[in-house]
């Protein structure tokens, strides 16, 4: 007969072994390097007609422009940005506002993120619509459970969106998520104006012991012989309504394969404090500046109801709007703040901060050779200095990302 002591020895090891994962020697202590950014500043507000809600809701998003398209893609200009950055707030009364924005401070030619146009006059590679996707061989997922582990930062900033998506707070009251959990680049989506935030929460106190439920192609061994988890999926969601939600307009222009998913973001404000802990924003790094080159990110994988879903991969390729790489992801991740921990110099620790936001996947085929990637929008310094002061409202604050 196994020990009761059995699964909780093997849960403790296997979560130091988990955080670890993420875990890089002090001695190196890759850093947060703070940087000045610009500002962006509202200057104009004017109502616009009531949108229809039409739109279904969109759990993922494809797009056929690759790394080099975007690449070559031309920079854009001043207007031009002021016209991505300017943004649309939707509120809970169905009222809906447009905001011009002004840039200051911004020097395009040494901001080496500074946002590019999808638009290339090159030829785009073909795209193709692929029913099973997202998982890149051996599913390397880790389901958490137990209020012990869902209850605990960082897994405790993830959250679930009413229209199928997740996000990540960023603030007492804010969430961070994809522009097309809310809006499908034409449209409000059904269900935007009564939008609700899901807590996901242990259903009963006497639930079973916290654990990490690991890949099904993952097998753990203890003294000897095989063992796996308890399962827990009693759980349930707690949800508060968001007040507004601020779309930039750059996702608005067009739709995403126009756009290439560069501004896929949304910020929510929610009706009420949720008095969770919350993960800071930062400016997304260069890959090879991150531990490891890596990249986390936590949701609500359609293909696994009711459960919060763990990933950590290496950072692929990258251009300035936007991040490639392999985590295993499903539709309904689609909002996940993706994050990185490195050392922050002036607090004196380490800490976690989103640097991307997961939009969707990329399948693009060129000269008969197949490329996929799923694909993070990047948290430039314009678009720190946007999203912050959403969450802020005061530019003060948002000087250093």
């Known amino acids: 007969m196994r020990s009761r002591a059995a699964p909780s020895r093997f849960t403790s090891l296997l979560f130091l072994f988990f955080l670890s994962l993420s875990q890089v020697s002090t001695s190196s202590r890759p850093q947060w390097i703070l940087q000045r950014v610009p500002v962006v500043l509202p200057q104009q507000t004017e109502v616009q007609p009531a949108p229809h809600f039409l739109a279904p809701a969109r759990l993922d998003v494809s797009s056929s422009c690759d790394p080099e398209c975007h690449i070559k893609a031309p920079r854009p200009s001043y207007w031009d940005l002021r016209q991505f950055l300017a943004y649309e707030t939707l509120d809970s009364t169905g009222q809906l506002t447009e905001t011009a ?24 590679a073909q795209s193709h619509v692929r029913r099973k996707r997202q998982i ?20 405790s900033v993830s959250v679930k969106l009413s229209t199928g998506c997740s996000g990540t ?9 994809a522009a097309h ?7 409000y989506v059904k269900g935007a104006q009564k939008l609700r935030v899901g807590f996901l929460k242990p259903k009963h ?12 192609n993952f097998t753990n061994h203890i003294d000897g012989a095989s063992y796996s988890p308890p399962i827990n999926d009693k ?3 707690q949800w508060i309504r968001a007040k507004r939600t601020h779309v930039p307009k750059g996702w608005i222009k067009g739709n995403a394969n126009d756009i290439g998913m560069d501004y896929d973001y949304a910020l929510l404000e929610l009706k009420k404090p949720h008095k969770r802990r919350h993960m800071r924003l930062g ?8 531990p490891g080159r890596r990249v986390h990110f936590s949701g609500y994988d359609n293909d696994r109801p009711g459960q919060l879903v763990y990933r950590f991969c290496r950072a692929g390729e990258e251009t300035p709007d936007l991040l490639y790489q392999h985590c295993d992801a499903q539709p309904g991740a689609s909002g996940s703040g993706v994050y990185a921990r490195m050392w922050d110099g002036r607090r004196r620790r380490w800490e976690r901060k989103v640097i991307g936001v997961f939009s969707g996947h990329q399948w693009v085929e060129k000269q008969g050779t197949s490329q996929e990637f799923n694909v993070a929008v990047r948290i430039t310094p314009l678009k720190y200095a946007q999203i912050c ?7 003060v604050d948002c000087r250093e990302g």
């Open 136 to 155: 890149f061989g051996h599913d390397g997922r880790f389901s958490i459970a137990g209020q012990d582990f869902l209850l605990k930062y960082p897994f």
């Open 101 to 124: 924005i002004g840039i200051y401070g911004y020097n395009p030619n040494s901001d080496t993120s500074s946002v590019y146009s999808s638009r290339s006059s090159g030829k785009v």
């Open 205 to 216: 106190r006497d639930a079973q012991p916290s654990s990490i439920h690991t890949p099904s």
């Open 181 to 187: 959990c809310v809006h499908d680049g034409k449209n």
């Open 235 to 237: 759980m349930k969601f």
């Open 169 to 177: 707070l960023v603030g007492d009251r804010h969430v961070l998520t």
């Open 283 to 290: 400016v997304s790094p260069p890959a090879q500046r991150l």
């Open 389 to 395: 002061y959403w969450i802020k409202g005061n530019f």
